[in-house]
């Protein structure tokens, strides 16, 4: 699946998702949805897919291989919303979910969807 289109497919799996980002092999394709409160500046975003998210995964991931089976994924609560991040090959997704009551169900979305997306080769 192409990054625009796992972007697209990302931000209409429910309407609690507020932005979405993919990011791979030096490629950064982000959008939000339309009318959200709350939300941070394309700028605060952009450092937060270039910088942020990779840290945490990289921290998150040698600390999951040591004795924890692995990483699936990494899910924050920020004060506006949840922020869903998990490792692609070459880079990683990036989800914000309104702060619902239970993200869990989202999150399990976001994962089926993405399961679709790691059986399939990247596109080149």
Known sequence: MAMQSLLDALLGLHPSIRYAAVYR????????????????????????????NPAILTLT??????????????????????????????GHVSVAIEPVRDPVPVVELIRELLRGELAQPAEP
């Open 25 to 52: 092999d030096g490629e950064l394709v982000s959008a939000t949805r339309a009318g959200i409160g709350g939300a941070s500046s394309a700028e605060s975003d952009r450092y937060e897919e270039l910088l942020v």
């Open 61 to 90: 991931t040698q600390r999951g291989n040591i004795d924890c089976g692995g990483l699936e994924f990494v899910l924050v609560r920020y004060g506006n919303f949840y922020q869903f991040v998990a490792p692609l090959p070459g």
